[in-house]
């Protein structure tokens, strides 16, 4: 069973929503369930100063992607890359034990946010391999860090955030 945080936080989620003026984006799945996760960040002066996300999940998956939002907001990203899904489960006060693997899907979210933030020149230099500059920025902000993973996201996903010929251009280079 559900803590009773549990499910506070899936009924009345944190920071819940796209935050559309966000620094970095971190996307994550979870090849078991087929659940997925955006965490965003909007940084200042190396804090993350506003969050939001939005999770295609479970009630632990939402209420674990709340808790992360409230313990991330304020705190300097050497101190939100320490935030593990133990602290997270800890905060809701705990998970059962098969849900465990929902924690760890908010925790891989936030740091994956902001090693995107702090890599945000050589992302954006990889996907200019293949595409231009503007449609390069566009697909950073798609919460994914190489052309492996860019590989993995199908076009229709991307349609509407690149140009045209971006999208033709990763077509031919992905042969999709
Ligand atoms: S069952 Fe998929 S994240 Fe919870």
């Known amino acids: 069973m559900y803590s009773k945080k549990v499910m506070e936080h899936f009924l009345n989620p944190r920071n819940k929503g796209k935050l559309e003026n966000a620094d970095a984006v971190g996307r994550v799945g979870n090849p078991i369930c087929g659940d997925v996760m955006y ?5 200042e002066d190396n804090k993350i ?4 996300w939005e ?7 939402i209420a674990t992607s709340s808790m992360v939002s409230e313990l991330a907001k304020g705190k300097s990203l050497e101190d939100a890359m320490k935030i593990e899904k133990k602290d997270i489960a800890d905060a809701l006060e705990g998970l059962p034990p098969i849900k465990m693997h929902c924690s760890n899907l908010a925790s891989e979210g936030l740091h ?3 090693k995107n933030y702090l890599n945000r020149e050589k992302i954006i230099e990889k996907f200019k391999e293949v595409v231009g500059e503007e449609d390069a920025k566009a697909l950073y902000m798609l919460g994914i860090s190489d052309l492996k993973e860019l590989k993995d996201v199908t076009l229709e996903e991307i349609a509407n955030i690149i140009s045209k010929e971006g999208l033709e251009k990763l077509r031919k280079y992905f042969k999709k």
């Open 39 to 43: 965490i965003y960040i909007k940084v």
């Open 49 to 52: 100063v506003d969050i939001g």
């Open 55 to 61: 999770t295609m999940g479970c009630a632990a998956a």
């Open 112 to 114: 994956k946010a902001i």
